[in-house]
């Protein structure tokens, strides 16, 4: 009889052993990786980011995006030296600044995410009959 209730027993003891050993897998989401990423502007061109934000790719990979506007290079870049930021998206004319200007503590540029300006110029439909089409620059 013995011998039967330990059979019988040793398959809940390994159940409760493992559950035990992986209670702590899904724990990993309170030990993210703090990055602190500091943007110039909100761009059209870091959607993609934006959606890997709302969407908790970051989470998932075990970092914990704190995302800032800089509004301008000078201060995205102000940021990231004084420590307020980790890593910033801004264009390489703050780091040429600081450079020139004989900084120690200059910031090094070492990645470049997209090849063109952001910038898009928009108007209404009222100011396209301001010009008629002979005056109208194209391409």
Same mark, same amino acid.
Request: charged content about 20%.
């Given at each position: 009889?013995?011998?039967?209730?330990?059979?019988?027993?040793?398959?809940?003891?390994?159940?409760?052993?493992?559950?035990?050993?992986?209670?702590?897998?899904?724990?990993?989401?309170?030990?993210?990786?703090?990055?602190?990423?500091?943007?110039?502007?909100?761009?059209?061109?870091?959607?993609?980011?934006?959606?890997?934000?709302?969407?908790?790719?970051?989470?998932?990979?075990?970092?914990?995006?704190?995302?800032?506007? #800089?509004?301008? !290079?000078?201060?995205?870049?102000?940021?990231?030296?004084?420590? &307020?930021?980790? =890593?910033? +998206?801004? #264009?390489?004319? !703050?780091?040429?600044?600081?450079?020139?200007?004989?900084?120690? &503590?200059?910031? =090094?540029? +070492?990645?470049?995410?997209?090849?063109?300006?952001?910038?898009?110029?928009?108007?209404?439909?009222?100011?396209?009959?301001? +010009?008629?089409?002979?005056?109208?620059?194209?391409?």
């Amino acid at each position: 009889m013995r011998r039967y209730l330990i059979i019988l027993m040793m398959p809940c003891f390994v159940m409760l052993f493992g559950i035990c050993c992986l209670a702590g897998c899904e724990g990993s989401r309170h030990h993210l990786k703090k990055v602190r990423l500091n943007e110039v502007a909100h761009s059209i061109f870091y959607a993609p980011q934006y959606v890997a934000i709302e969407k908790g790719y970051f989470e998932k990979e075990g970092i914990k995006l704190e995302l800032t506007t #800089g509004f301008g !290079a000078d201060k995205t870049a102000t940021a990231v030296i004084s420590g &307020d930021a980790d =890593i910033a +998206f801004m #264009g390489p004319e !703050a780091t040429i600044y600081q450079f020139n200007q004989g900084n120690a &503590d200059y910031l =090094i540029n +070492f990645a470049q995410l997209t090849q063109r300006a952001g910038n898009f110029v928009v108007s209404r439909d009222t100011a396209r009959r301001k +010009f008629p089409c002979s005056q109208r620059k194209t391409g």
